[in-house]
T-cell receptor, first 109, second 116 residues
């Protein structure tokens, strides 16, 4: 079983839609859960992080962590064409981050 | 806003040659990392570095790889004898702290390594 699993997509949605991105994981030692956005041939850029279980909201973005199910989500409300990118989940317990494969999102105008 | 920088942006090399990828972490950061991303695949951890020592390394980081902080600002990744499968984007990251509390890792723009 992979440590972190993420559907690679691609996911195409119309502008204004609510987008749901998800990852599952197997390592119960993970404590920090991050969502990064990556544009083509660029470095990952942090969107949000969450510690342990719970929800966190930042503008149009909401991150959810359910440690009991080992499942994390990122919701994007009122999606915009500029949100088109690859979204990476990442998790950590100690030094290293473990990334998912990334979900490619395309928001159509 | 402070940022991690990496040079070169693109490196082309012949198989078997040595390459050194350079990174300048954010100035007050103490923890440094290298990750790689093979085209179309996920970002993979290679190594973390603190206090002039490797803190953790992955199975990818074999004897062909080494890291160094040669001075107060640079952090380098050396690949001794490149192989075709080393072709990837290499990302440097840095953070102020690690383990036990949240450590946001700030990523550089990456160096694209092409091994011919």
């Amino acid at each position: 079983q992979k440590e972190v699993e993420q559907d690679p997509g691609p996911l195409s949605v119309p502008e204004g839609a609510i987008v749901s991105l998800n990852c599952t994981y197997s390592n119960s030692a993970f404590q920090y859960f991050m969502w990064y956005r990556q544009y083509s041939r660029k470095g990952p850029e942090l969107l949000m992080y969450t510690y342990s279980s719970g929800n966190k909201e930042d503008g149009r973005f909401t991150a959810q962590v359910d440690k009991s199910s080992k499942y994390i989500s990122l919701f994007i409300r009122d999606s915009q064409p500029s949100d088109s990118a690859t979204y990476l989940c990442a998790m950590s317990g100690t030094y290293k981050y473990i990334f998912g494969t990334g979900t490619r999102l395309k928001v159509l105008a | 806003e402070p940022e991690v920088t990496q040079t070169p942006s693109h490196q082309v090399t012949q198989m078997g040659q040595e390459v050194i990828l350079r990174c300048v972490p954010i100035s007050n950061h103490l923890y440094f990392y290298w990750y790689r991303q093979i085209l179309g695949q996920k970002v993979e951890f290679l190594v973390s570095f603190y206090n002039n020592e490797i803190s953790e390394k992955s199975e990818i980081f074999d004897d062909q790889f080494s890291v160094e902080r040669p001075d107060g600002s640079n952090f380098t990744l050396k690949i001794r004898s490149t192989k075709l499968e080393d072709s990837a984007m290499y990302f440097c990251a840095s953070s102020t702290r690690t383990g036990g509390s949240y450590n946001e890792q700030f990523f550089g723009p990456g160096t694209r390594l092409t091994v011919l």
